[in-house]
Structure formats: C-alpha cells, structure tokens
C-alpha cells in the first residue's frame, strides 16, 4: 500500500451483504460468481479451509453496479454515481457460529444460501435466526439447481419455494423474494468452462431490494479487525470493517490490545486508494 491519492471512491455507495447458509451449501462458489474484485480474506484462502472445503474465517470480496434509480428517487440528492456490493462470505459449520454473528453484524442484507436438493437444514435454520436479530432484508437463494433432473427441474425448484415460503411466514421475512441459480455447475471440483446459471438475474434482484443504509460517520473510531499482515517497506496493514466512526489518511488511531497509537499512511478499499472511509466501508489502513 502506498500513498493515497485523492479518494478515487467517493462517489460509491458500500452495500454490505451478508452470504450465510449450511456448510457445502455453496455460499463461496456464489460469492465467487458475483464477485469481481477479491480482497485480503476473500474465498477460502485458509488452508485449512481449502483442504476441509468449507469457510473457516469471514471472506470479502465485491461487485459494483450503476447506482439503482429507486435509490435515486428515494434519498433525494445523493452524491453517489454507483453502488457497491461488498459479499461478507460467513462460514456455515456449527462451531463456527461466533464468526458468523460478528458477521451478521455489519450486514445490510442477508442472502441465504440452500442447497436445492437438500433443503432447509441445521445452520440454515441457526443462519435465519441470526437473521432475523440482525438484519432487516433476506433473499433466498435456491443453489445448486444443476443436480436437479432437467425433466424435473422446474418443479422440484416450484416445490423447495413452496416450502420456504411456508417455513418463513412467521418470520420478519416471509415476503422475500426466493431465486434459482446454479453458482458453480458441476460442483466445487469441477472445471471452470460452464458459465454460473442464473447469477445476472440474481444481481439484478440485490440492485432491487437495495436501501440507503444509515451512515453516521461521527463519533469514536471503532473498527473490527478481521486480518493483519506486513508488505516489506510499507509496515503493517490491518483489514476490517468500520462498524462506527470514520477514519482518514493522516488519522492518529489506537490500537487497544496492543496499547500504541498510530498515524494512518494510506487507505484503501478493495485495492483502489482512497482518502478515508466512514461506518460501514471495509477498507485496508496502512
């Protein structure tokens, strides 16, 4: 990381969605087919994670669309030419339950991810629950719809949507809008010469069921902390997510577990340099 320019992000609005669901549900090959920019922790870089197939650790990674007109409309003027998705891939195994609700804190949206043939199942339902705590929009995404017989495609995804509705009508999200993809044809293993099914009407719908987040960037700096590594001649960079406050280049800010105080160098946001960042943003700070 070096110097930052000026802010070359200004105009971006950061729209945190979370991706939960059971393990092996395909939460991460569907972040990857959103996804266009990976960061630091994106897709299952742990090694542990690679050889056990499933995510250990939050990963980020996002894609960026023209700013929606309803938001337009609805936030009067905004400063905002586009909109990015910033994907909070959360882990699906029960022991990791503690990482995926300090996920489910900094998300606007949640998608829910299920296994088409297998249906609800146990995370799936503790991954609603969390849902419900912490976020105010879900859609549900039906993977996997590539196993299904093509003869009996259409109605068995009829079938599971049927189902869902009926399990989520006592829940703050009964309307939510339920959609069929196929993430990663073939499966995890697979090699990558099919094209991800139903992905570009599954942006279209988070365009849709976007809001203008509430942003407050005053008060105290309070960042969580997700990962940490050296660059040789650049020092140390820690990645996260602004849960409150705001940060800029220039900044003096503390450390409380190390008890030190550092003034920020550079900052950046899914590898473009910008000058600071406010509640909500994940950024790198160096």
Same mark, same amino acid.
């Given at each position: 990381?070096?110097?930052?320019?000026?802010?070359s992000?200004?105009?971006?609005?950061?729209?945190?969605v979370?991706?939960?669901?059971?393990?092996?549900?395909?939460?991460?090959?569907?972040?990857?087919?959103?996804?266009?920019?990976?960061?630091?922790?994106?897709?299952?870089?742990?090694?542990?994670?690679?050889?056990?197939?499933?995510?250990?650790?939050?990963?980020?990674?996002?894609?960026?669309?023209?700013?929606?007109?309803?938001?337009?409309?609805?936030?009067?003027?905004?400063?905002?030419?586009?909109?990015?998705?910033?994907?909070?891939d959360?882990?699906?195994?029960?022991s990791?339950?503690?990482?995926?609700?300090?996920g489910?804190?900094?998300i606007?949206?949640?998608?829910?991810?299920?296994?088409?043939?297998?249906?609800i199942?146990t995370?799936?339902?503790?991954?609603?629950?969390?849902?419900?705590l %912490?976020?105010?929009?879900?859609?549900?995404?039906? !993977?996997? =719809?590539?196993?299904? *017989?093509?003869? @009996?495609?259409?109605?068995? #995804?009829?079938?599971?949507?049927?189902?869902l509705h009926?399990?989520?009508e006592?829940?703050?999200?009964?309307?939510?809008p339920v959609?069929?993809?196929?993430?990663?044809?073939?499966?995890?293993?697979?090699?990558?010469?099919?094209e991800?099914?139903?992905?570009p009407?599954?942006?279209?719908l988070?365009?849709k069921?976007?809001?203008?987040?509430?942003?407050?960037?005053?008060g105290?700096?309070?960042?969580?902390v997700?990962?940490?590594?050296?660059?040789r001649?650049?020092g140390?960079?820690?990645?996260? %997510?602004i849960?409150?406050?705001?940060?800029?280049? !220039?900044? =003096?800010?503390?450390? *409380?577990?190390? @008890?030190?105080?550092?003034k #920020?160098?550079?900052v950046?946001?899914?590898?473009?340099?910008?000058?600071?960042?406010?509640?909500?943003?994940?950024?790198?700070?160096?």
């Open positions: 990381m070096s110097e930052s320019p000026p802010d992000r200004a105009k971006t609005l950061n729209f945190n979370g991706v939960l669901g059971h393990v092996d549900s395909g939460k991460t090959s569907l972040a990857r087919a959103l996804s266009s920019t990976a960061s630091t922790a994106a897709f299952d870089k742990n090694p542990q994670s690679r050889e056990r197939g499933i995510t250990l650790d939050l990963g980020f990674s996002s894609f960026t669309v023209d700013f929606p007109e309803h938001l337009r409309e609805s936030g009067g003027q905004q400063p905002y030419d586009s909109l990015q998705f910033t994907l909070v959360c882990p699906g195994h029960a990791l339950i503690r990482t995926i609700i300090g489910a804190q900094i606007d949206l949640m998608i829910l991810v299920v296994d088409v043939v297998k249906g199942q995370q799936t339902a503790e991954c609603l629950l969390i849902g419900e %912490t976020c105010p929009r879900m859609v549900v995404v039906l !993977n996997k =719809t590539d196993l299904l *017989p093509s003869n @009996k495609r259409q109605s068995a #995804i009829e079938k599971m949507t049927k189902r009926k399990t989520l006592n829940t703050r999200f009964k309307d939510c959609i069929a993809v196929a993430a990663k044809p073939g499966g995890p293993d697979a090699a990558d010469t099919e991800p099914q139903g992905v009407d599954l942006m279209e988070l365009k069921q976007t809001y203008l987040p509430k942003r407050d960037p005053k105290d700096l309070l960042m969580a997700d990962h940490c590594f050296s660059i001649g650049q140390t960079v820690l990645t996260g %997510t849960l409150q406050g705001s940060l800029a280049v !220039n900044d =003096t800010v503390e450390i *409380p577990v190390l @008890k030190v105080t550092k #920020i160098k550079s950046q946001m899914f590898r473009k340099p910008v000058s600071g960042a406010m509640q909500g943003d994940r950024v790198g700070v160096c």
